[in-house]
Each structure stands twice: as C-alpha cells, then as structure tokens.
C-alpha cells in the first residue's frame, strides 16, 4: 500500500476546537515527519474525501492524509474527548497513528 505524504486539515478559524486541532497536526506532523496541508471551510473537498452523515452533509473539522499514490482518505473527523468532556489531542494521536498503521 502507499505511504503517507501529507497531513490535509479541514478547519474553520471560528471552531471551539479549532487552536486544538491546529496544534495536533502540527505534532504529528514533526513527529511522523509529514507535509501538512490546512484548507479553510472546504466543504466540496470534504464531500469528496471526508466523511459525511447519512445525509451527505459534512462538518468540520476534519483530518485527512495524502497517500504517495495520490489518493486521500480521512484519519480523523472527531476530537476525542477525556473524562471531563474535554479535547484529548493524546488519545487522538494515537488513534490517527493506527489508522496510518492499518493504510
């Protein structure tokens, strides 16, 4: 299968979690040693490669990886949230490392 090549962030600057997003690629990025694209409100790009409720609407924000072969397929399209119901950017590290594992 095609290696990773580049991290694609969906997000919007307005976001709750938005700084918590940012802040996630931005790691795993210097951790995994990936390019890192951020999109700003690209709904059709999500429509296309994201992930989408029964509806086919899309939401954000949303991580998606470029593969070498050219195709791009999501990692991430929720925050986890801790006990305290907040943004746990550890446990969504390690969930978007084994997404990557099983690519």
């Known amino acids: 299968m095609a290696k990773p090549k580049k991290l694609i962030l969906v997000t919007a ?22 390019d890192v694209e951020v ?3 690209d709904y059709v790009f999500l429509t ?13 924000p949303q991580l998606l990886v470029e593969l070498e072969d050219g195709s791009i397929r999501p990692l991430l399209s929720e925050m986890p949230l801790n006990d305290a119901y907040k943004a746990d950017p550890e446990k969504a590290k390690e969930v978007i490392k084994e997404r990557l594992k099983q690519l």
């Open 13 to 34: 600057e307005h976001h709750p979690l938005h700084k918590a997003w940012t802040r996630l690629v931005e790691e795993l990025s210097s951790e995994l040693g990936l």
């Open 39 to 41: 999109k700003l409100e």
């Open 48 to 60: 296309k490669y994201g992930e989408t409720d029964d509806l086919g609407m899309t939401w954000l």
